[in-house]
């Protein structure tokens, strides 16, 4: 029987020249459909708010200042603000949000440097900026941002006011924040001076979503139902404007700036050109975009939408005699006094010179007085007479006695050295050692006096012999002594 031929072992497969690989599917990048409307409102005579919608950016910022201009303020930082709308690219959002109000800060900053009559001015500042899936926020003041998702609004950010410190303290209800009077008063702003956090957090955006970002001005008379209700139908614009008009018939007596944007697939939805609004879209027609650094209190406060890219300009000066808002001034941030430092060291000196009186009236009071006490040093063991109160450095020996206060009784000595022997003059003080030194020293149980009464000798009955009857004669009674 014949065996068959083995097989030969198998060769290896040559490695390929290429491998197919399943490319991750990949969802387009969403953008951000919006439309920005801002009004000076029924009280205010210039609007200090500025707004900002683009397909990746929107952003609210609210002046503030009043006579320090925060129209320059908020058009500033919205200026430095609106580079961040553009595609995303390899920096992370939150890092490309918090870098975009930093260089605003510094910018503000910029400003009141070349114009001391700006110091004062700030703006608050709330920016989202889109990537296509994830939107970052930034903030800083008491603008708001909101998000409608499935019919429910969500409040993004938390304001940065005196009210809502109150509010987290539970000490006041969101009803009452509403009318306090104190309501406007912002604990951040964006100043150039002050260094300040913002607050930075992203979230995760699907189609359909709905932005809000608005101003004091409409978030400070709206309940939330009022805003659910107006941004729960219609398109970006119509939704803006009806807020706004909601806004000023709610009695609202500031400016008031809103942005609504729609979360969107752009091959379904275009999104809508950049638009500026408010005091930016005005500050851009009168000076190029360039130099424009928060601030610890001050009070937010007509311009038709414009569609377009803030355009290039040339330079301007600011009016001699700029509009001066009253409520604006009433919480607006104040220039440092001049002559500070002279004012404090004129108060210092003032509280310094209150205590060397204070101290001088002491010192001569205690001079008016003397008290007895004990000596010391040459005078140790002797009674002495002290100009002033026993207190050091506030009495000298006056007068040294030729009395030792071994020869006072004990209770004597002790109320000498406890120095409460005070007297109003040295002739009262001298009176008062003759007194105690007459007193002498108390007998002591060593050495009793000797008593002066007679010894009745053996022979002798200090009574007399009783008489009949056994009672003695009380006449003839003899004292013992």
């Not at 001391?116 to 970052?136: E, Y």
């Not at 189609?207 to 659910?228: H, K, M, Q, Y």
């Not at 803030?310 to 808002?325: H, Q, R, S």
Request: aromatic share 4%; glycine share 10%.
């Amino acid at each position: 029987m014949t065996e068959p031929d083995p097989q030969p072992d198998p060769q290896p497969d040559p490695q390929p020249d290429t491998v197919d690989v399943p490319l991750p599917s990949t969802r387009p990048l969403l953008q951000l459909d919006g439309y920005a409307v801002s009004d000076v409102g029924r009280v205010r005579k210039d609007n200090q708010d500025s707004g900002y919608s683009g397909p990746w950016l929107v952003a609210v910022c609210d002046g503030v200042g009043g006579a320090a201009r925060g129209d320059i303020a908020s058009g500033t930082a919205i200026s430095e603000l609106r580079q961040l709308d553009e595609a995303p690219g390899s920096v992370d959002v939150i890092d490309r949000v918090n870098d975009g109000l930093h260089e605003a800060h510094e910018s503000i900053g910029a400003q009141v440097d070349q114009d001391p009559a700006l110091n004062g001015t700030s703006t608050t500042a709330t920016v989202a900026l889109f990537d296509g899936q994830r939107l970052a926020v930034g903030h800083i003041g008491d603008s708001r941002a909101y998000l409608l998702r499935d019919g429910e609004l969500s409040q993004l950010t938390n304001d940065h006011t005196f009210v809502q410190s109150l509010i987290d303290e539970g000490r006041i209800t969101e009803a009452e924040a509403r009318v306090h009077p104190h309501r406007n008063l912002i604990l951040k702003a964006l100043d150039g001076l002050h260094d300040v956090e913002p607050d930075l957090f992203a979230l995760e955006l699907v189609p359909g979503d709905r932005l809000f970002l608005c101003s004091d001005g409409a978030c400070g008379v709206l309940e939330n139902d009022r805003i659910t209700a107006l941004l729960a139908d219609g398109t970006p614009e119509f939704s803006s404007i009806e807020l706004v008009r909601a806004s000023l018939d709610a009695g609202s007596s500031d400016n008031v700036t809103c942005v609504v944007a729609d979360v969107v697939d752009p091959a379904e939805r275009p999104p809508a050109e950049p638009m500026v609004v408010g005091a930016a879209s005005d500050l851009s027609r009168r000076r190029p975009r360039g130099l424009f650094r928060g601030h610890r209190s001050g009070d937010t406060g007509e311009l038709e939408p414009i569609t377009a890219e803030i355009p290039e300009g040339i330079d301007y000066a600011i009016p001699e005699d700029p509009i001066v808002d009253p409520e604006a001034l009433r919480y607006a941030p104040q220039p440092p006094p001049r002559f500070a430092w002279t004012r404090r060291l004129l108060a210092a000196a003032i509280v310094l010179g209150l205590v060397w009186i204070a101290l001088g009236t002491a010192y001569w009071w205690s001079q008016q007085k003397y008290y007895v006490g004990e000596g010391s040093g040459e005078s140790d063991g002797l009674v002495v007479i002290y100009r002033g109160v026993d207190v050091p450095g506030l009495s000298d020996v006056y007068e040294v006695s030729d009395l030792e206060l071994a020869d006072l009784q004990e209770s004597t000595q002790e109320e000498v050295r406890s120095g409460a022997m005070i007297y109003g003059s040295v002739e009262r003080a001298r009176d008062a050692i003759a007194r105690i030194g007459a007193n002498g020293r108390q007998p002591s149980e060593e050495s009793p006096a000797p008593s002066s009464a007679p010894t009745p000798s053996d022979s002798t009955s200090p009574f007399s012999t009783p008489t009949e009857g056994g009672a003695a004669d009380l006449t003839t009674l003899t004292p013992a002594g």
